[in-house]
């Protein structure tokens, strides 16, 4: 049952790494999405074309 709450999460680390971690950092870090470096960054990530979801 334990395993099964946690099955999401662990599917979105194994299908978008980078994307994860740095959500949970920026979560962890208490970081805002809309102050830099963190908002310069996702602005940069959006213009790529990469899609992080």
Do not use: N, V
Request: negative net charge; without cysteine; proline residues 6%.
């Amino acid at each position: 049952m334990f395993f099964s709450e946690l099955s999401p999460i662990f599917q979105e680390l194994l299908q978008q790494p980078m994307a994860f971690s740095g959500g949970f950092f920026s979560g962890l870090l208490k970081l805002k999405l809309d102050e830099d470096p963190l908002a310069s960054w996702l602005d940069q990530q959006k213009h790529s074309g990469i899609d992080y979801h």
